[in-house]
């Protein structure tokens, strides 16, 4: 069995870290209007009638697909896993999508901290070893942060 492998990412906003948080708890039908350079779309999936982040709630998303095809999307079904909101914390785990074709598992862990960072954890298994790293994936959520980020500060969230 392929081990667990982890990257992480984290950058500073200038909103309120509730703002942040409850953006992404509650709103997240807004990203492709707010960074839509890097989400092109978000939809409800599977029965899903809400837009809150609650455990079970899935959801499709498509976002850039690579830095060679910034002209294509690509098309990922998640569901929330856990939700903490004492701790301000949301994960997230890929059930569908061509991130399945080179990993055995894929999640992205989301929390807000009190020191007004927001922190990405992405939690993967290869399938092959030789496989890429999800580098390019790491690199798209510090655009994500700074766009939220400043989208909550100018409609004074």
């Known amino acids: 069995m392929a081990r667990l492998c982890r990257k992480v990412v984290e950058t500073p906003i200038q909103c309120s870290t509730d703002a942040f948080y409850k953006f992404f708890k509650k709103q997240a039908n807004f990203l492709p209007n707010v960074c839509g350079s890097v989400v092109q779309t978000i939809g409800l999936a599977d029965g899903n009638k809400s837009w809150v982040n609650t455990v079970g709630s899935r959801k499709v998303i498509e976002i850039l697909s690579s830095e060679s095809c910034r002209d294509t999307a690509e098309k990922i079904k998640y569901v929330v896993e ?11 785990k890929v059930l569908e999508g061509a ?8 999640s992205v862990t989301l929390q807000v901290t009190s020191s007004s960072t927001a922190k990405w954890t992405i939690n993967y298994q290869k399938k ?7 580098d390019f994936y790491l690199q ?6 700074a766009t939220v980020d400043i989208y909550l500060r100018s409609n004074d969230y």
């Open 82 to 92: 856990s939700v903490d909101d004492r701790s301000r914390k949301i994960t997230y």
């Open 99 to 106: 991130l399945l074709q080179q990993y055995e598992s894929f």
């Open 128 to 134: 092959d070893p030789a496989s890429e790293n999800p």
């Open 140 to 145: 798209l959520l510090p655009t994500v942060n």
